[in-house]
């Protein structure tokens, strides 16, 4: 018998009943659900990760719909109890789905809702706020008056790097490392080289045209580069932000071999995922290069770090934050229970989850839609088109 967990309840005579894993950012999602006659439950358990146990507790045996946590292992147990209890929808609050086996989730016909379209300017800022901080070793220079270290002004004092007329390397030029590359580009005047399977021609027209700008008012133009091989990025950049997907060719792309080929004050800068970087080839590399900095927001094994890690110098680390922006949280907290809403009223998947507008104004109601469904053909499900 699982042991019974905390929650909270809204609507308690609602015809749906949907769970959250955990509360979530703003009061919208809670508010469009309960106006769609759902009986919500929010989990308010002391936990930062539910076990499996505690979430099959949750569901119990009538549940329409799950929202839940990249940080939960969605899997067949979880899948068979959320379909054995009638329910067919489970949405992530989070544009990935790695802890979601989506096979499992087809076997038992239960559509699977992520929310990408509202993360892209959020992680971007952050990947430019790391890289700035490692240039500049703000985080050093910050830990170093708070302890009271500060006698005056001195000439070698937290000697960073100067971005302007540097390169910058973007590994992954779709929606985020783009969005990156401008930022870096205009607001710091920094040469792009970037690697993709696909031309980004939008960013090459952007960098085309910020260089035209520049060189017709007397300054220096900026340049871009579309690379051959991601070793060529690593090889040549001075700033170097990861966005790739996460796959074989991927894992462990940051390693003893690739950060030997990179420049000794270099910066290194991951947004993506922990496994793109071999943390313990890192922590070497930190030690050997005093000068080589990084600013990481993932890691291998969440939420743990490699050993020393947590005490390089010149190493930025913070806790997978960079969709942790008012706005983007409350946004995905939205598209995730408008997909699990979606599926129960029977609504067509959207269009386009890149594109999810719609469902943020909150000055509207939102479309009747489930704005992302990542198993939507896999499903058969039908498509909207509003």
Same mark, same amino acid.
């Given at each position: ?26 009061? #919208?999602?809670? @508010? ?27 569901? +119990? *045996?009538?549940?329409? /719909?799950?929202?839940? &946590? ?18 067919? %929808? !489970?949405? =992530?609050?989070?544009? +990935? ?44 220079? *910050? ?25 910058? +390397?973007?590994?992954?030029?779709? #929606? ?10 205009? /607001? !710091? ?5 970037? !690697? ?5 021609? #939008? ?14 008012? +007397?300054? &220096? ?51 993506? #995922? ?13 030690? &050997? =290069?005093?000068?080589?900095?990084? /600013?990481? *927001?993932? !890691? ?53 989850? @890149? ?12 479309? %009747? ?5 990542? =198993?939507?053909? %896999? ?8």
């Amino acid at each position: 018998m699982a042991k019974p967990v905390s929650i909270e309840v809204w609507n308690p005579n609602g015809k749906y009943r949907v769970i959250s894993t955990k509360s979530m950012p703003g009061t #919208r999602w809670i @508010n469009l659900l309960i106006e769609q006659d759902c009986r919500l439950e929010i989990c308010t358990e002391k936990k930062t990760i539910l076990s499996v146990e505690d979430i099959i507790a949750l569901i +119990g *045996d009538k549940c329409d /719909g799950v929202i839940g &946590q990249l940080t939960e292992d969605w899997g067949e147990t979880l899948f068979a109890a959320l379909s054995k209890a009638g329910g067919k %929808a !489970f949405s =992530n609050m989070a544009v +990935g789905y790695n802890n979601v086996d989506v096979n499992a989730a087809n076997k038992y016909g239960v559509a699977v809702g992520n929310t990408p379209g509202v993360l892209t300017e959020t992680t971007a800022e952050l990947a430019a706020s790391l890289s700035l901080a490692a240039a500049r070793r703000i985080v050093e220079a *910050d830990g170093f008056m708070r302890a009271g270290l500060y006698d005056g002004w001195l000439p070698h004092l937290f000697v960073g790097n100067l971005l302007k007329g540097q390169t910058v +390397g973007v590994i992954g030029a779709g #929606r985020i490392g783009s969005a990156y590359a401008r930022m870096m580009v205009e /607001g !710091f005047k920094m040469n792009l080289i970037y !690697f993709d399977l696909y031309q980004s021609t #939008r960013l090459e027209k952007f960098v085309t045209a910020y260089g035209q700008f520049l060189k017709a008012n +007397g300054e &220096q133009p900026v340049t871009w580069k579309r690379a051959s091989s991601m070793s060529e990025v690593l090889q040549e950049a001075d700033v170097i932000s990861l966005h790739p997907v996460l796959d074989k060719t991927t894992y462990h792309l940051i390693n003893k071999e690739s950060l030997a080929t990179m420049k000794k004050e270099a910066i290194l800068i991951n947004c993506s #995922r922990g496994p793109v970087v071999d943390e313990v080839a890192l922590v070497e590399h930190l030690k &050997q =290069n005093p000068m080589f900095r990084v /600013g990481l *927001d993932v !890691f291998e094994d969440e939420p743990y770090m490699k050993p020393g890690l947590g005490e390089m110098k010149n190493a930025i680390v913070v806790p997978h934050i960079a969709s942790a922006s008012k706005w983007t949280r409350e946004g995905m907290a939205t598209l995730a229970a408008l997909n699990v809403l979606g599926k129960i009223k029977g609504y067509p998947v959207w269009h386009d989850p @890149n594109r999810v507008d719609p469902f943020l104004n909150e000055n509207a109601p939102p479309p %009747a839609a489930s704005p992302s469904i990542v =198993n939507a053909k %896999a499903l058969g499900l039908p498509v909207s088109k509003l």
